[in-house]
């Protein structure tokens, strides 16, 4: 993200467009060819536009090798394999203690286990939409987090949540360089922290969260970037400030509290008007609240969202 020029773009991330070009240009010729009357099921061009019409629109899971394969966990490494590489062999995820305070009338501190018993584990298939540009979509299970945050009953001055990641060098090799200022931070308006498609996810494809996903409980936030949605959380605070994200504080210019997905606000470095599925060649059109606006658009009725971004 932040610390990478335009010419670092690695060319599996650039969408390969004369690729794309050239097979249009095949199946033309096709459909050239059999309205030339040559001997092939007239049905052939049709169905082949119409898959990929419909591979653009599907919302397939994205295999679990790539969920699990291509990540980003800088404590681990700005590349995106070695979150897969490094972090199951590192991160202890057992025993986990999740810290909840703040404006909270019972705080408290919370054994993972324990807290898995505050809520249903529910199934729940996510779009992820990374600032990047590139997306994925995850069948994860977790908890919805306003479950947790009703447990601990929250103060009426509470206006915000923050979450923080462990912070521990040798669990997390990462953090001995300052590619952020550690440890990873990050936060919610306390209406988004509420609402009911927030979740704190503790599995993905019905096996518990791998550690490079965030081990053993993080957030995913579906509408954002994939920034907000912190991994490997171990405090979740309560407060009447807006927290100070670490993103937020290492490019304030790129990276903006919000980070709602939103196709017409650019970041300064690079469109976000598409994105690339992976697992697929073509970009498609990047939606507007990453297609969640029917559940998440009112709560910012008359933010300008160009300048809350
Ligand atoms: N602690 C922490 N959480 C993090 C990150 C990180 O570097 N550290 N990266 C974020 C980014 S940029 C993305 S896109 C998602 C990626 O989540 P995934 O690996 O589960 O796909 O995690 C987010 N959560
Ligand atoms: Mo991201």
Known sequence: MLIRKPDDVPSSEITPEPLYQTRRA???RVSGALLAGLAAPASLSACEAAGEEEQERSDE??????VTGYNNFYEYGTDKEAPARLAPGLLRTRPWTVTVDGLVRKPGRYDFDDLLKTSRVQDRTYRLRCVEAWSMVIPWQGIPLRDVLARVEPAPSARFVEFTTLL???QMPGQRRAVLDWPYVEGLRMDEAMHPLTLLATGLYGRPLPAQNGAPIRLVV????GFKSIKSIVR???TD????????RSAPNEYGFYANVNPAVDHPRWSQARERRIGEWRRRPTLPFNGYAEQVASLYAGMDLKRFF
């Open 241 to 248: 400030r807006q927290p100070q994200t670490a993103w937020n």
């Open 61 to 66: 899971p994205t295999p679990l090798k790539d």
């Open 236 to 238: 979740i605070r309560l």
């Open 26 to 28: 095949w199946l033309g």
């Open 168 to 170: 521990d060098p040798e």
């Open 222 to 225: 579906p509408w954002k970037y």
